[in-house]
């Protein structure tokens, strides 16, 4: 029901936008966001928006990074500036609390989508 796209290969200091969008007979998320994971590490939040606005960051990502949602269409956006070598990881599209039809589901998961900063 998640779908992230916009990941890819990308120069340090460069920027890359990642989106994801919910499909189905949806009317209302909660929190929507990104978390990354590297190989053999843990998933750490990169940034998430709450449906009513209000942001969270990651402390690696602060300043850097800015997170955005747009409820019409059920998406949500990560405009990724000034990149690190050390952001390179799959970026995975989290949303809590999806309410499609007469079913509201926790904790749901997009694909993954992996970006690669380096030179």
């Known amino acids: 029901q998640l779908q992230a796209s916009g990941g890819g290969l990308v120069q340090p200091g460069r920027s890359l936008r990642l989106s994801c969008a919910a499909s189905?007979?949806?009317?209302?998320?909660?929190?929507m966001g990104w978390y990354r994971q590297t190989p053999g590490g843990q998933r750490e939040l990169v940034a998430i928006?709450?449906?009513?606005?209000?942001?969270n960051y990651g402390a690696s990502v602060k300043g850097r990074f800015t997170i955005s949602r747009d409820n019409t269409k059920h998406t949500v956006y990560l405009q990724m500036n000034s990149l690190k070598p050390e952001d390179t990881a799959v970026y995975y599209c989290?949303?809590?609390?999806?309410?499609?039809?007469?079913?509201?589901?926790?904790?749901?998961w997009g694909q993954g989508t992996l970006v690669t900063v380096s030179s």
């Open positions: 928006a709450r449906s009513r606005g209000g942001t």
């Open positions: 989290y949303a809590d609390n999806l309410c499609a039809g007469a079913i509201c589901t926790n904790d749901v």
């Open positions: 189905g007979s949806i009317y209302s998320i909660g929190p």
